[in-house]
């Protein structure tokens, strides 16, 4: 059958090959430990699927292929560690650009719009039914971490002027941290069972784990740095609550379906201009009481 095709196209049909296989392996891998037996079959679905289409390639090709070790390896580390859901749709999202080639093959190899069909359509409502847990705490996780950035990251930047003095500002900081993740982790507790939910403990759980986490990644520059530099340990906890909200940014709206930019922007700008006012609130405050530590 390869005697039909472009030598152009039969380098696409080789390149999508490769990868209907891996990313099979990939789906059949990860239904071995995902919890939930819904979940389970959606991504065994998703493996035949893959597979069939790999089956169709190979009639042009005529190759037997293995899938990628590291390919594999990788996104079961990141399903592992960031959730299934999270795992298998940055996947899907890093084949976006195979759709181009779908087009390419469309005039010469008539299975293309039919799996181009299929990977657009059927494989999007799948990737729609997995349900995971963790997701389920995205909201609480979202209201630790913004409390924790906002909060934090005022009193530190506040701290740093007024104390001038790494260890204080950390010491400072960690009462206040410890504190609040469990008086944000009781009120979400509480709100939760006013609301009659029975899944009370785990919510409360994941807002404290997110603000503590946070706490102690605003905390570790100063605890690191010498006394004296008090400045730098501002500037690197600034570039931390970046990277955080980066970080968390980028994971919910790959696992979500949500926009990236608007939510970095909000969360950023909200943060570093409390945590700039802050810093100007402890420098009036040190000059105008006085205090020298």
């Known amino acids: 059958m390869t005697n039909n095709v472009s030598a152009q196209a039969l380098e696409i049909i080789k390149k ?9 392996v990939i789906y059949a891998e990860i239904a071995k430990f ?5 979940n389970k079959e959606t991504l065994i679905r998703l493996a035949k699927e893959e597979k069939a289409h790999y089956e169709i390639w190979k009639r042009y090709t005529g190759i037997e292929m293995k899938p990628e070790k590291f390919k594999v390896f990788k996104y079961k580390l990141l399903a592992r560690i960031f959730g299934f859901t999270f795992a298998v749709k940055l996947m899907e999202k890093g084949e976006e650009n195979s759709q181009d080639e779908y087009d390419r093959l469309a005039g010469e190899v008539e299975e293309s719009v039919m799996i181009k069909q299929q990977e657009e359509e059927h494989e999007n409502a799948l990737l729609g039914m997995l349900d995971e847990e963790r ?3 995205v909201g609480s996780m979202v209201l630790g971490l913004n409390d924790a950035l906002v909060e934090l990251t005022g009193s530190l930047a506040g701290f740093t002027f007024a104390m001038q003095n790494t260890r204080l500002i950390a010491l400072s900081g960690l009462i206040i941290g410890i504190s609040a993740t469990f008086s944000m982790a009781s009120s979400e507790f509480l709100a939760a069972r006013s609301e009659g939910r029975d899944d009370a403990l785990k919510s409360c759980a ?3 784990t997110a603000y503590l986490i946070t706490v102690i990644l605003l905390i570790a520059p100063y605890l690191l740095l010498s006394n004296s530099q008090y400045i730098l340990a501002l500037v690197l906890m600034l570039g931390i609550v970046i990277l955080i909200i980066a970080g968390f940014t ?3 709206s790959v696992a979500q379906d949500q926009p990236f930019k608007s939510r970095f922007v909000e969360m950023a700008v909200i943060s570093i201009s409390v945590a700039v006012i802050s810093f100007f609130v402890g420098v009036a405050a040190k000059y105008f009481l006085g205090v020298d530590l």
């Open 135 to 137: 997701l389920q705490y």
């Open 250 to 252: 980028y994971y919910t």
């Open 16 to 24: 999508m090959q490769q990868s209907e296989l891996t990313e099979s």
């Open 206 to 208: 994941y807002t404290g």
């Open 34 to 38: 995902a919890k939930g037996d819904n």
